[in-house]
């Protein structure tokens, strides 16, 4: 099973983009975000389970929604109102769960199951 994670690129403060993240050979019961920047630690930023719904980060929350298409095996993730802090790799990750009434963001990092390649986003003011 690989995870392929598409869609970055160079926006200015203000901009959107849109990630894709498919996944080959099969759905996964909870798929999610995470990102980092150069220099800091991994950072989770959204997450969706068909059982849990979806959550994020309170860093983009309001800005970013994390959707899924299960015909296409493929999630999303729609950044609007990007700031230079957004700026880092982007990975798409696999899970067993999402959401805080689980754990944080921390230990949904930690107990990753699969990720792919990352995608860079780069916001400039």
């Known amino acids: 099973v690989q995870l392929q994670a598409s869609g970055g690129g160079s926006v200015q403060t203000g901009g959107s983009l849109r990630l894709s993240c498919a996944t080959s050979?099969?759905?996964?019961?909870?798929m999610g975000w995470f990102r980092q920047a150069p220099g800091k630690e991994r950072e989770g930023v959204s997450c969706?389970?068909?059982?849990?719904?979806?959550d994020y980060a309170d860093s983009v929350k309001g800005r970013f929604t994390i959707s899924s298409d299960n015909a296409k095996n493929t999630v999303y993730l729609q950044m609007n109102s990007l700031k230079p802090e957004d700026t880092a790799v982007y990975y798409c990750a696999t899970q067993t769960w999402c959401g805080s009434s689980y754990a944080g963001w921390d230990e949904w990092l930690s107990e990753i199951t699969l990720w792919g390649q990352g995608t860079l986003v780069t916001v400039s003011s």
């Open positions: 050979g099969r759905t996964f019961s909870s």
């Open positions: 969706i389970s068909s059982g849990d719904g979806s």
